[in-house]
């Protein structure tokens, strides 16, 4: 089995990143990082560069746990893509970073983290950063 994370390079991304690091121990499963752009472009502050990811591969890899770690550049929603992956992956636990916002902006942008809990078909870890 696989657990997927929702990858940002924030502290809410970290967050999620360890707890995902700790339930893999746990469960004896590996992880799927997952860190995805909002358009068709990798112009987005969501998106992790080159040296954000090595530093996220290295703590993997010191970690000890079976890992792959994917960009997705579609123009899909990334709360859809994250959920569709862990469709397709069969995975056991999707686990994403929350951050807090006001009522007005959710009301704006809607929330990512609502969209996945509430269309995941297995069960969503969702984490606070410190």
Do not use: W
Not at 43 to 62: F, G, I, M, P
Not at 72 to 78: A, E, I
């Amino acid at each position: 089995m696989t657990i997927v994370v929702g990858y940002v390079p924030t502290p809410q991304g970290d967050a999620a990143l360890t707890a995902a690091i700790n339930e893999a121990h746990l469960r004896k499963e590996g992880l799927h990082i997952v860190n995805t752009s909002r358009g068709n472009a990798p112009v987005d502050n969501r998106l992790a560069n080159e040296e954000q990811l090595a530093a996220v591969r290295q703590r993997l890899e010191t970690s000890g746990i079976a890992f792959e770690i994917e960009q997705k550049f579609k123009g899909d929603d990334p709360s859809d893509q994250l959920v569709d992956l862990a469709d397709e992956l069969e995975a056991s636990l999707i686990v994403i970073g929350l951050r807090r916002r006001s009522a007005t902006g959710k009301l704006i942008t809607g929330s990512q983290a609502q969209r996945i809990l509430l269309d995941a078909n297995c069960p969503v870890l969702a984490v606070k950063a410190d």
